[in-house]
């Protein structure tokens, strides 16, 4: 089975740190993602990797950056947080075009 | 339009009923479908995947699509209460220059004793 480990399930951070959220996977995917999902939202695409060192834009990236540097591990940053940035991170990772699997995702509170 | 649209609900279904869900895509070319379920607070978990034309069954989940109308459904025999959750479904889609999975927004289903 795929496994995609997510860093923390909760975290509290205080607005302006900068935050580190790791997303590990053991399949050897070449695709990896971070969501994030707010009441109402859906799942939102924030960044997501074909390969290492690649990293694309998704649909809300403003005020996120990511790393790949090693092909399992796909890093979020949030440069200085915001309390708007309060939500739920999903990692996924995938290989063409079969299914995506997640991660157990990641409360992240900014007071 | 959405490239993937479902009806939010919620959907409310009598125990031991069939529950029926729906999803529309908008790119012709898509070859793989999903559908995942979420359960409140936690991930999304994928239940069934199809990627030919017809039915195809999973224990109590059927997943059915038509590409022709580009419309793909789940259906749930004997629900259960356990089977409240959102149902998300997922589309690969050529968009903004890559193919990418298409998550529409989901359908809360609720199903009652």
């Known amino acids: 089975d795929v496994k995609v480990t997510q860093s923390s399930r909760y975290l509290v951070k205080r607005t302006g740190e900068k935050v580190f959220l790791e997303c590990v996977q053991d399949?050897?995917?070449?695709?990896m993602f971070w969501y994030r999902q707010d009441p109402g939202l859906g799942l939102r695409l924030i960044y997501f990797?074909?390969?290492?060192?690649?990293?694309e834009k998704g649909d809300i990236p403003e005020g996120y950056s990511v790393s790949r540097e090693k092909k399992e591990r796909f890093s979020l940053i949030l440069e200085s947080a915001s309390t708007n940035q309060t939500s739920m991170y999903l990692c996924a990772s995938e290989e063409g075009n079969q299914p995506q699997h997640f991660g157990d995702g990641t409360r992240l509170s900014i007071l | 339009q959405k490239e993937v649209e479902q009806n939010s609900g919620p959907l409310s279904v009598p125990e031991g009923a069939i529950a029926s869900l729906n999803c529309t895509y908008s790119d012709r070319g898509s070859q793989s479908f999903f559908w995942y379920r979420q359960y409140s607070g936690k991930s999304p978990e994928l239940i069934m995947f199809?990627?030919?034309?017809g039915d195809k069954e999973d224990g109590r989940f059927t997943a059915q699509l038509n590409k022709a109308s580009q419309y793909v459904s789940l259906l749930i025999r004997d629900s259960q209460p356990s089977d409240s959750a959102t149902y998300l479904c997922?589309?690969?889609?050529?968009?903004?220059?890559?193919?990418?999975?298409?998550f529409g927004a989901g359908t809360r289903l609720a199903v009652h004793p």
């Open positions: 199809i990627y030919s034309n």
């Open positions: 399949m050897d995917h070449e695709n």
């Open positions: 997922a589309v690969h889609a050529f968009s903004g220059g890559y193919n990418k999975l298409i």
């Open positions: 990797s074909y390969d290492v060192k690649m990293k």
